[in-house]
C-alpha cells in the first residue's frame, strides 16, 4: 500500500525518496526498519491500531522507502503511543515503536518554524546554547526593567519577596508575550499538519468527515484525560502513571499560575481584595504544591522507565530526555524556590535572599525553556498528538474495529 490507504494495483506510483530524511530517521531510532519483511505482526498486535488504516506496517514501508511526505501528513503515526507492543511482539526485531517515535520527532522539525531551532533543542552538541539563549531572555528582561519603570507608570501593587528581584507586571507581560509567540508558532505549525492530513486522505479516495468536529473534540478530551490509549498498551503499561501525574501535575500548576494573575491583576479592578502572595493553606497554593508533587513524580516515573532498558522499553533519543529532564527541573527548582520564600522572607539574611534569587533565576530559565521551546521539543506533542487524534474522530479513521490487512505486495521491500 505505497500510493494511498489502499492498494490500486493498476495506478502507476510514481516515488519521491528523501534521503536525508531517512539518514535522520534511521539515526533516531529506526536502524532495524530495514528487518521488516512486511507480515503485518504489528497492527494485528497492536491494540491501538483499529480502524480502516491498521499502522504501523503502512509506515515501516514508507520509511524503508525514505517517502517523508507521506510519513508527516499520516495522523496514525501520533495516534501511536510508543507502548512496544509491536515491537516485542515484531519476529524480525524491526522495532516499529522506536521507528514511529523517530517519524514524530521529524514531523516536529517539518512543521517548526523556524525549522534549525527544533534541529538545536534536540542535539546534545548545541542544546548548551538554547539554555543559554534561555538564561539571556530572562536576563534581558532584568536589564530593561529599570528603563521600563522610568518610561512608564507601572508599579508593583503587592510586596512580595521575588517581587523585589522581578516585578510581576513584568513578569508577567514578559514571559506571557514569549509564550503566545510560541504558542502561535506551534498553532501555525498544527494548521499545516492538518492541512497535510486532509490532502493526503483527498489524494487516497477517503470519504468525506463521518463526525462534526465539536463531538470529536469532546471525544479527543476524554480520552486525554484519562489516558485512555495507554490503558491498552502491555509491554509498557506503567507508562499510563507517568504521563497522568506529569499531565495532571502540569495542569494544576497552569491553573495556579493563572489564578494568580486574575488574583493580582483583576480583582483589584472588580472590587475584590488580593490574597496574593497565598498562603501555605489557601486552596491555591496547596493545588500547587500538589502540582508540583505530581509533576516531579511523573518526571521521575518516566525517567526511571526509561532507564530500566531491555527489550520491552522504548529507544529513547535527546528529543525524549531533553523535555522529561527539563519538567523535573521546573519542578524540583519550582519546590525549592517556594521553600527559599518562606525561609529566606522572614530571616532577612542577605547571602540566604542571594541563594533563593538565585534558584528563582534558574527556574525561570527552564520554564522558558520549556515553554518558549514548545514548538521545537518533544513537547509539541501535546499540540501535534491532540490534533491527529481529533482528525482521526472527526473522519471517521478509528471507527471500525476491524483491521482489514491486505495481502503483502511482492513489488514491496522484503515482501513474499
Not at 104 to 112: D, G, I, P
Request: hydrophobic letters at 50%; charged letters at 15%; proline letters at 5%.
Amino acid at each position: 500500500d505505497v500510493g494511498g490507504v489502499y492498494p490500486k494495483m493498476a495506478d502507476a506510483i510514481v516515488l519521491r525518496p528523501d534521503r536525508e530524511f531517512l539518514k535522520s530517521v534511521l539515526a533516531e531510532g529506526g536502524a532495524d526498519v530495514k528487518k521488516c519483511v512486511q507480515c503485518a505482526t504489528c497492527s494485528v498486535v497492536c491494540d491501538l491500531s483499529t480502524g480502516r488504516t491498521p499502522f504501523p506496517r503502512k509506515e515501516m514501508l514508507w520509511a524503508q522507502w525514505g517517502l517523508k511526505d507521506k510519513l508527516v501528513s499520516d495522523p496514525d503515526v501520533w495516534l501511536c503511543h510508543q507502548c512496544n507492543d509491536c515491537s516485542t511482539k515484531c519476529l524480525r526485531g524491526a522495532r516499529p515503536g522506536d521507528l514511529l517515535a523517530a517519524v514524530r520527532h521529524q514531523a516536529v522539525r517539518h512543521y517548526a518554524t523556524p525549522k534549525f531551532l527544533a534541529v538545536w533543542m534536540n542535539q546534545n552538541r548545541t542544546l548548551p546554547l538554547m539554555l543559554l539563549i534561555a538564561a539571556f531572555l530572562v536576563g534581558f528582561a532584568l536589564i530593561i526593567r529599570g528603563p521600563l519603570e522610568a518610561a512608564l507608570p507601572f508599579g508593583e501593587p503587592h510586596h512580595e519577596f521575588y517581587a523585589d528581584f522581578f516585578p510581576h507586571w513584568l513578569l508577567i507581560g514578559y514571559f506571557s508575550t514569549l509564550t503566545g509567540l510560541a504558542t502561535l508558532v506551534v498553532l501555525l505549525g498544527a494548521f499545516r499538519f492538518w492541512n497535510a492530513m486532509k490532502e493526503f486522505d483527498e489524494s487516497s479516495g477517503e470519504k468525506a468527515p463521518l463526525l462534526g468536529l465539536m463531538p470529536s473534540l469532546m471525544n479527543v478530551a476524554k480520552s486525554i484525560l484519562v489516558h485512555d490509549k495507554f490503558g491498552k498498551c502491555t509491554s509498557q503499561a506503567s507508562r499510563r502513571i507517568a504521563h497522568l501525574t506529569a499531565f495532571y501535575g502540569f495542569t494544576a500548576l497552569f491553573i495556579v499560575t493563572v489564578w494568580a494573575v486574575l488574583d493580582l491583576y483583576v480583582n483589584p479592578l472588580l472590587g475584590i481584595d488580593s490574597m496574593y502572595p497565598f498562603g501555605l493553606l489557601h486552596p491555591m497554593k496547596l493545588l500547587a504544591n500538589i502540582g508540583a508533587v505530581l509533576l516531579i513524580y511523573g518526571s521521575v516515573k518516566a525517567i526511571g522507565d526509561r532507564m530500566r532498558g531491555g527489550d520491552d522499553a522504548p529507544l529513547s533519543s535527546t528529543f525524549d530526555w531533553t523535555f522529561v529532564w527539563l519538567l523535573l527541573f521546573v519542578g524540583v527548582s519550582g519546590v525549592f524556590t517556594e521553600i527559599l520564600r518562606f525561609v529566606g522572607e522572614p530571616a532577612e539574611i542577605a547571602a540566604l535572599t542571594m541563594t533563593a534569587y538565585t534558584v528563582y533565576f534558574f527556574h525561570l530559565v527552564g520554564v522558558v525553556a520549556l515553554l518558549v521551546y514548545l514548538p521545537y521539543s518533544k513537547f509539541a506533542h501535546i499540540v501535534y498528538r491532540t490534533i491527529a487524534m481529533l482528525y482521526a474522530e472527526h473522519t471517521g479513521r478509528n471507527v471500525s474495529d476491524s483491521k482489514s490487512l491486505v495481502p503483502v505486495s511482492a513489488s514491496a521491500p522484503g515482501g513474499k
